[in-house]
């Protein structure tokens, strides 16, 4: 079946410093993938996706970029602010049977601090 | 454009009881999934619907249960409560393919307790 694998969390970074956050996943075909951010007492929101290899997603600094080759997925923003402590999740969408499947990574906690 | 509603956004409830709740998706979004969240658990997918028939679930035991109206509201249903129902319940609505681009739309959640 499908599957999404991150990195474990927290991640503990001062402001500016480089993120990185490693996602891999396992899926037949050819899979979207997309990472959702998640704020203290929110919902989760999309943060940036990629919809075939090699496709480069990006928003708010954030970018990732589509690996078919690695199976990866890595959510990468080159200096971070206190505003983007939240909860990652990477995710893969398989479209199958005539219908949609998402499936999400356990989610990554990133805790910027000033 | 409205986003995803879900009501209420906190309830307690007690050992044994059962509770309901509601979802409203984004005006045209025809298909609504439900999601729980908890610390150790992480996002684990319940169920969901599309044009009123469930299309999808995930692993939970059949106290779990859900159903999508006509408008495309969706309402999930836990009976006979347990104190590990406690978590946050997040629902999201999506455009189907061609259309959709696959993303989902999540509502802030319900945060249930179970005491």
């Known amino acids: ?114 | 454009k409205a986003g995803v509603t879900q009501t209420p956004r906190y309830l307690i409830k007690t050992r044994g009881q059962q509770v309901t709740l509601s979802c409203s998706p984004i005006s045209g979004h025809r298909s609504v999934s439900w999601y729980q969240q908890t610390p150790g658990q992480g996002l684990q997918f319940l169920f969901e619907y599309f044009s009123e028939t469930q299309r999808n679930k995930g692993n939970f035991p059949g106290r779990f249960s859900g159903r999508q109206f006509s408008n495309s509201r969706s309402e999930m249903n836990v009976s006979t409560l347990e104190l590990g129902d406690s978590a946050l319940y997040l629902c999201a609505s999506s455009l189907v393919a061609p259309r959709g681009t696959g993303e989902l739309f999540f509502g802030e959640g319900s945060r249930l307790t179970v005491l």
Request: glycine share 10%; with cysteine.
């Open chain 1, 1 to 114: 079946g499908n599957s999404v694998t991150q990195m474990e969390g927290p991640v503990t970074l001062s402001e500016e410093a480089f993120l990185t956050i490693n996602c891999t996943y396992t899926a037949t075909g050819y899979p979207s993938l997309f990472w959702y951010v998640q704020y203290p007492g929110e919902g989760l929101q999309l943060l940036l996706k990629a919809t075939k290899a090699d496709d480069k997603g990006s928003n708010k600094g954030f970018e990732a970029t589509y690996r078919k080759e690695t199976t990866s997925f890595h959510l990468e923003k080159g200096s971070v602010q206190v505003s983007d402590s939240a909860v990652y999740f990477c995710a893969l969408r398989r479209d199958s049977g005539g219908y949609q499947k998402v499936t999400f990574g356990t989610g990554t906690k990133l805790q910027v601090i000033p």
